[in-house]
């Protein structure tokens, strides 16, 4: 068996203190955490991205208007916030629909906003990180990639996963690094629209906490919680017959 290719080597993460930080979804549950906790880290700007207008308090915000799901917006985003070194590619939606019986059309929207979405941010900033000197994109993921009970939202997560591992590869050798943050249910609005009655593991501050702590500390990939670590630990298990799902 051939030995598994050696990860190349990126640059040392960028510390958040006095660091130029972009951040899509801003005004969620996640997205206001990783806002607030970058600037108390002391970021020097954060480019808060949200779908519509929201106002911040903090002079240090720059607020954009961004649908990841329009090039044109997304390319916008990346010469306004051309000093960022650091992404933080956390917008997203959700969707409890059958794979097998829901509307194709809510189906593509997920893995639309979740995949390509996502995809198209950092294709856009990754050459602007390379002009920067180098940096990261914070690709935020989730455990519903290892557990497909959450049907097309585990599907474009999924796919995520594998395109922030295969993004890691080619951008290592430009100096810029990618980071996947797996998390379980997180008390959320999009948790709560989308997949109600559910509990919750973490709490949105506890997540972005961690996230940043082991970024800092230069983890490629961060596991939120012990849900998520178990999940991924599973992968190893032989299948078995999965009990009925309940519409």
């Known amino acids: 068996m051939t030995p598994p290719t050696p990860l190349p080597r990126s640059s040392s993460p960028v510390p958040i203190e006095g660091a130029s ?35 911040w308090s903090d002079p240090r915000v720059r607020p954009l208007v961004v649908d990841i799901r329009d090039g044109a917006s997304v390319e916008a985003a990346a010469s306004a916030a051309a000093d960022a070194r650091i992404v933080v590619n956390n917008a997203g939606t959700g969707s409890a629909a059958s794979l097998v019986t829901g509307d194709l059309d809510q189906l593509r929207d997920v893995v639309e906003t979740n995949l390509w979405g996502s995809l ?75 997949f109600p009655g559910v509990p919750d593991v973490n709490q949105p501050a506890d997540v972005v906490r961690t996230a940043y702590d082991r970024y800092e500390a230069g983890a490629l990939e961060i596991l939120a919680d012990a849900h998520s670590a178990a999940l991924k630990a599973a992968l190893a298990e032989p299948l078995v017959e999965a009990a009925s799902d309940p519409e």
Do not use: C
């Open 120 to 194: 198209r941010v950092a294709r856009a900033f990754a050459p602007v990180l390379e002009a920067n000197g180098g940096g990261t994109i914070l690709d935020v993921l989730s455990a519903a990639a290892w557990d497909h009970r959450l049907k097309s939202y585990s599907v474009s997560k999924a796919a995520l996963w594998a395109a922030t591992n295969g993004m890691r590869l080619e951008l290592a050798p430009r100096g810029v690094r990618v980071v996947g943050l797996v998390l379980s249910f997180t008390d959320t609005a999009m948790r709560r629209t989308f």
């Open 21 to 55: 930080v972009f951040v899509t979804g801003a005004d969620g549950g996640l997205g206001t955490e990783f806002v607030a906790q970058a600037l108390d880290r002391g970021a020097a700007v954060v480019h808060a991205a949200t779908l519509e207008p929201h106002r």
